[in-house]
């Protein structure tokens, strides 16, 4: 079975710092894999995608994720938080063992705080 | 333009009261989906409808959950006899093309079964 785990329900980081959050999978296959981002009583919103095309993935926000086929990681990056990046994002695969790439298997969510 | 839409943003039900919830995908987005938002179990697929095809329905919890998508178009999720268990935020988002394509989230049903 595929599925996908976000190491870390909450992270907390100062404005300014790093931000990396984790999303390890478990497939045979190469996923696709998503991130999605979802702000206070709003839908998600894609922040970038792999689909088997180049391994460094560029999103929006400055947000990037690498995905690394020996580590069965995806994790999501950004050099510098602001105070508008904190909200709950989500991890999701889609691929041939959870019933084909049309459905999206999302992670349990992780919710980013920045503080000044 | 404009984005998928559902209505209404919020339900408060009685328990064992059937609900309508309503999704308006982004127009000619040919693939639409239903997911399910709850403290307990996450993000849940529930229902998938692709064009013509008989809908992938394999995500619902039970019988007493059912959808249907008219003409291409607007999907109505329809609960029967709810439970408060069925509580949750409803998601509904479209797809324009492949897979490889992305999923257009709306801003959700909130759902409240007392």
């Known amino acids: 079975a595929q599925s996908v785990t976000q190491l870390g329900s909450h992270v907390s980081v100062s404005e300014g710092a790093l931000v990396l959050l984790r999303c390890n999978y478990s497939?045979?296959?190469?996923?696709?894999l998503f991130w999605y981002v979802q702000y206070p009583n709003q839908g998600l919103q894609l922040l970038l995608k792999y689909t088997s095309a180049a391994t460094l993935v560029k999103g929006i926000n400055g947000f990037e994720a690498e995905f690394k086929k020996s580590e069965t990681s995806f994790h999501l990056t950004k050099p510098s938080a602001h105070m508008s990046d904190a909200a709950e994002y989500f991890c999701a695969v889609s691929g041939p063992f959870s019933g084909g790439y049309n459905k999206l298997i999302f992670g349990a969510g992780t919710r980013l705080a920045v503080h000044p | 333009g404009a984005g998928v839409s559902q209505s209404p943003s919020n339900k408060v039900t009685e328990k064992g009261k059937d609900v309508e919830l309503r999704c308006d995908p982004i127009s000619g987005h040919t693939a639409l989906y239903w997911y399910r938002q709850s403290l307990g179990q996450g993000l849940e697929f529930l229902i998938y409808f692709q064009g013509n095809s008989a809908p992938d329905k394999s995500g619902l919890p039970s019988d007493r959950f059912s959808a249907e998508r008219t003409g291409g178009s607007v999907s109505t999720l329809t609960i029967q006899r709810t439970q408060q268990e069925d509580s949750a935020v409803y998601l509904c988002?479209?797809?324009?093309?492949?897979?490889?394509?992305?999923?257009?989230f709306g801003p959700g049903t909130r759902l409240l079964v007392l």
């Open positions: 988002a479209s797809r324009l093309g492949g897979v490889q394509e992305t999923q257009y």
């Open positions: 497939s045979s296959v190469p996923p696709y």
